[in-house]
């Protein structure tokens, strides 16, 4: 009896954990569900469009965050965390007004000749550019 309140407890303990570490790992599944929608075009024959594509199927969640910690945000992502937030998670209307928004603002906030995220995007790069750990990479 005392066996099996203990395996008990600690199958309690282990889905208690498992939640908690599925809760927070989550970015926001809608945000990249309406990004995804408005600018992954899979079937695409245009160059940048197919670029694109490529770069966001290989990033991922990296579209708006830095390395493997979901609270850090490159540029992208921290534009539209201004616009959004975790309230606004199931209001797909005002994501995508978010993602036009955000698509006019210079991607360098201090540099006004720096090209918007829209252009980025429309020229088949990523919007916060490369993440880190590629750059890092890249160098060695």
Known sequence: MR???YVLALV???VVMTSLAAESAQARPPYNKEFQAKYLKKDSKDPAEMALAAAIEKVKCNVCHKGNNKKM???YGMALSKLLTKADAMNVEKIKESLDKVAEEHSKPDDDK???FGQLLKEGKLPGGEPEEA???AGQ
């Open 135 to 137: 750059t890092a990479s």
């Open 3 to 5: 066996l099996a309140m």
């Open 73 to 75: 945000r490159n540029d």
């Open 114 to 116: 720096s090209p918007t």
């Open 12 to 14: 309690a303990a282990a």
